[in-house]
Each structure stands twice: as structure tokens, then as C-alpha cells.
């Protein structure tokens, strides 16, 4: 059986209550975050966009079921200041791919998708080079949530060690047992794809079966992970897996001026909460004496810088606090390969009832029971 690696959890429910309130991605917020010169430049990423397809990007339930803890690392590990897997493996192709998630709030899948590809070519000494399909996990994994409408980034690593998952690439792409069916749009700049209009955005059927071509079956292709559990995060602790394991899923509460993301190191500046979205974290390194965690986002390529951005690390203007990992590990005939998910959490309780209000009406239920239950 092939092995995986998993996910990282990143919440943010954060800053304060006396930021001026602008219209989403106007001009006056641009001009608001650039004169506030902060660590960050911002500009018209979704001009073709309307807000509701903008919703349906954040597709994370930042809420959910939290695992075991598990310390994994005791000793101390001699870091270096930054920190890219771009360079660390240069033979690892998906840790330098951007995808795109397209009319769909699938982000959760994507993230754990991502990570996942990359730690096992790591693992494997870039031996083994697969794209793990976020479409057989955005549609087969009933437990995760409601698909392009949301999902729970822990269900979905749960869902892969008990299901497992198979190989598939981006949109017509015809890589893999199950490639994206969702075509890419052309969500933020003019371009050669159709706009994005928020229409749509159902998800498509679970198909237990490889395109026409593939030559391994659909049960043949599986990869399963074995076992999860959380440990013990503070950053010096996501430091050591990143640079031992490879990439890592996050997700955080997407506020208005980050879709306006350009440059720099991203810190919540003005603007509401818009809702959950999931991502792949890839290193760290520091900016103009600002510290950062490098991340890869899947809006293509247009968004941020070549499709990744820099979010602000520590305790500096908002309260970065590590709360947990889910690591899960997997046991093959040929060796073992770790893998791991980290959970940061921006602490900002005030902030959750406008959180959530501005959350579809179906995530409601959802919400409310979670809050219950945590």
C-alpha cells in the first residue's frame, strides 16, 4: 500500500473592533490597507467576480472534532531562518504547483490534496511523484461536510485513512485515476477563462471508477494513511515538521483585505470576516524583519504572488497561538512515511457572531452545533 502525509488546521478569528468598515473590494479599502503601510501592498484581484462566487471560495468549517495528542518531537532541531521545500526538494514537481479550486468551496480538499502529494515525494526521496486527487475527496467523502458548499479539513484526513484516496490532476489535465472536473475561471484579472459568476457550484457525483485511459483501477490506486493524533504546537514545533516532513494543510478565517493580496507579508489590516479557507503552508522565512509563514493558495496563479502569500508568524499585531496538529502516519511494505496537519488559531471570540453570519445560510446548523460541542 502507498502511504501519505497530512494536514494542517490554520483558524482566524481576529483584530479589533474599530477598523473602518469599506465595501468589498473597492477602491477605498485598497487605498486604506496601502496608506496604513503595514507589512503588505494590496490591489483589484476579482474584477470579474461577484460576491457570491467570492463566498463560495471559503469553503472551511473552521470548527470541528479535535484528536489525540501525540508528542512527536522531544530533542531540539537546528532550523535555519527560512525555510522553502521548493528548494530543499527541487525534485518534487507539485510542491511548485498552484491549483485551482474553481466554482467550488472545495479549499479543505485541496489543502490536505496538496500536502499530501508532496510529503509522499519526499518521503520517497522524489522516487514517487503523485497528485493526489481532491476531486475523489471532495466528492466521495460524505462525513466532511456538504462538498462545494463546505468541509472539515480533520474529516477529510479522517476519510483518507479510512478510505483512502486516488491519483488525479487539475482541470482536463487527464493525469491520474481522478482528475478536477470543475473548470477554472477567470476569478481575478481579465483573462482567456470564463468570469466567474457564482452560479453553479454544485458538486459533482462521487465516480469510484478512473477515467477512460487509466491504466490501474480505481481500488488498485488507493492511498491510506493509518493513523491521527494531535501534538503539542508551538512554532518552533511546526518549524521542525516542516522542515522534516514537508508541507502541511492551514485554514483561517478569510477577512475582505485579504482577497486583495498582492505583496509583502499579510497581516488583517481593515474589512469582515468573509469565512473559512483552507491552504497548504509551505516554510518560513522573514521579510524586512517581519517572520512569516510561506503558504500556497488555489486561485491560480493570478492571485497574490504567483499564487502563494506570506501570513504574518508569532505575536506581533495579532495572536498567532499554535492550539494543534493532526499528524497521521502510514506503514508500507517498503518503508514509512510520516505525515502531518497543524492547527493555528487566531483567538477572537467577539468576532465569531459576525463570522458566522456571514456564512451561507446552509452552514448554519452546522456552526451551531459545533459551537456546542467545542
Not at 528548494?87 to 472545495?106: A, M, V
Not at 511546526?238 to 486583495?260: C, H, R, S, W
Amino acid at each position: 500500500m502507498k502511504s501519505l502525509a497530512v494536514l494542517c488546521l490554520l483558524s482566524a478569528l481576529s483584530v479589533s473592533w474599530t477598523r473602518p468598515h469599506f465595501g468589498l473590494l473597492s477602491d477605498q479599502l485598497i487605498n486604506h490597507v496601502n496608506k496604513a503601510n503595514t507589512t503588505w501592498r494590496a490591489g483589484h484581484n476579482f474584477p470579474n467576480a461577484d460576491y457570491s462566487y467570492v463566498m463560495q471560495l471559503c469553503g472551511t468549517m473552521l470548527k470541528g472534532p479535535k484528536l489525540p495528542v501525540m508528542v512527536q518531537y522531544a530533542g531540539d532541531m537546528k532550523l535555519p531562518e527560512s525555510f522553502d521545500p521548493r528548494e530543499q526538494w527541487p525534485n518534487c514537481p507539485t510542491l511548485k504547483e498552484i491549483r485551482d479550486q474553481g466554482s467550488c468551496g472545495s479549499c479543505w480538499a485541496f489543502g490536505a490534496a496538496e500536502a499530501i502529494s508532496d510529503r509522499i515525494c519526499i518521503h520517497s526521496n522524489g522516487k514517487v511523484s503523485v497528485e493526489i486527487s481532491s476531486e475523489d475527496l471532495l466528492t466521495c467523502c460524505d462525513s466532511c461536510g456538504m462538498g462545494c458548499n463546505g468541509g472539515y479539513p480533520s474529516a477529510a484526513w479522517e476519510f483518507w485513512e479510512s478510505e483512502g484516496l486516488v491519483s488525479g490532476g487539475l482541470y482536463n489535465s487527464h493525469l491520474g485515476c481522478r482528475p478536477y472536473s470543475i473548470e477554472p475561471c477567470e476569478h481575478h484579472v481579465n483573462g482567456s477563462r470564463p468570469p466567474c459568476t457564482g452560479e453553479g457550484g454544485d458538486t459533482p457525483n462521487c465516480e469510484k471508477k478512473c477515467e477512460p485511459g487509466y491504466s490501474v483501477s480505481y481500488k488498485q490506486d488507493k492511498h491510506f494513511g493509518k493513523q491521527s493524533y494531535s501534538v503539542p504546537s508551538d512554532e518552533k514545533q511546526i518549524m521542525q515538521e516542516l522542515y522534516k516532513n514537508g508541507p502541511v494543510e492551514g485554514a483561517f478565517t478569510v477577512y475582505e483585505d485579504f482577497l486583495l493580496y498582492k505583496s509583502g507579508v499579510y497581516q488583517h489590516v481593515s474589512g469582515s470576516a468573509v469565512g473559512g479557507h483552507a491552504i497548504k503552508i509551505l516554510g518560513w522565512g522573514k521579510e524586512n524583519g517581519t517572520p512569516y509563514w510561506l503558504a500556497a493558495n488555489s486561485w491560480n496563479t493570478d492571485w497574490g504572488e504567483n499564487g502563494y502569500f506570506k501570513i504574518l508568524r508569532g505575536k506581533i499585531t495579532v495572536a498567532l497561538s499554535p492550539r494543534w496538529w493532526l499528524v497521521s502516519l502510514s506503514e508500507s511494505s517498503v518503508q514509512r512515511w510520516s505525515l502531518a496537519l497543524v492547527s493555528l488559531e487566531f483567538h477572537c471570540p467577539a468576532h465569531f457572531d459576525a463570522f458566522s453570519a456571514s456564512l451561507p445560510p446552509q452552514l448554519t446548523y452546522y456552526l451551531s452545533h459545533l459551537t456546542k460541542l467545542n
